[in-house]
């Protein structure tokens, strides 16, 4: 399995909702990513889990929580959004936080109304 | 942290021709460039990388160089075809401790092949 796979693959919750983004990888990958991108922009770093451990957070607002039950699992739970947070929510992963080579998740296309 | 700049943002070309797209990076450290090509609506995929021991790259109609002296690298296509219409985006990233697991990333050249 070559894959990083992302579900729901679109989502549209109010701003009051609770949902989570579920990634999953079965490459034996250490390293995994959340990255937000909007329309025409790069992806935008947001968390790094390292070893199931989170190693990176970029300043996200706590709206946004990960969680990595294991190390093929990674979650996004969301909660109070605003609509400027709609978006692409790409996972990734790597053989480690060190090794570089990126591979995406198809990601969830979310709409906050 | 690290700085990257990508040139131009939109590229026109004729099926057939070369497309050229340039990008820079400021941090001394970064050692890896990978080229990222995204389809409309569809996930960024790795299309060639280098790394900063190696000067040239190259896949079949695909070629990376890299310049280490000056701080860049660029991404040829040769013999555009149709397909090749995407979203193009660099980046550059370090094994550096302040920086590990962070890839920065270019501002994207949309690139259009007319057939």
């Known amino acids: 399995d070559t894959e990083v796979t992302q579900t729901p693959k679109h989502l549209v919750m109010g701003m009051t909702n609770k949902k989570s983004l579920k990634c999953e990888q079965h490459?034996?990958?250490?390293?995994m990513y959340w990255y937000k991108q909007k329309a025409k922009k790069p992806p935008e770093l947001m968390f790094v889990?390292?070893?199931?451990?989170?190693?990176i957070n970029e300043s996200v607002p706590s709206r946004f929580s990960p969680e990595c039950p294991n190390s093929s699992l990674l979650n996004l739970h969301l909660h109070a959004l605003q609509p400027e947070d709609s978006a692409l929510y790409l996972c990734a992963s790597s053989l480690n936080s060190g090794a570089n080579v990126l591979t995406f998740g198809a990601g969830s296309r979310l709409t906050v109304l | 942290g690290e700085n990257v700049e990508q040139h131009p943002s939109t590229l026109s070309v004729q099926e057939g021709d070369s497309a050229v797209i340039k990008c820079t990076y400021s941090?001394?450290?970064?050692?890896?460039f990978p080229w990222y090509k995204q389809e409309l609506g569809k996930r960024p995929q790795l299309i060639i990388d280098i790394r900063s021991n190696v000067g040239e790259k190259k896949d079949q109609r695909i070629a990376v160089t890299l310049n280490k002296t000056a701080k860049h690298f660029s991404l040829h296509i040769t013999e555009t075809q149709p397909e090749d219409s995407a979203v193009y985006f660099c980046a550059a990233s370090s094994a550096r401790g302040s920086t590990l697991g962070r890839l920065y990333f270019g501002r994207g050249t949309q690139l259009t092949v007319w057939p």
């Open positions: 490459m034996g990958h250490r390293a």
């Open positions: 941090d001394s450290a970064s050692n890896y």
């Open positions: 889990y390292s070893y199931e451990k989170l190693s």
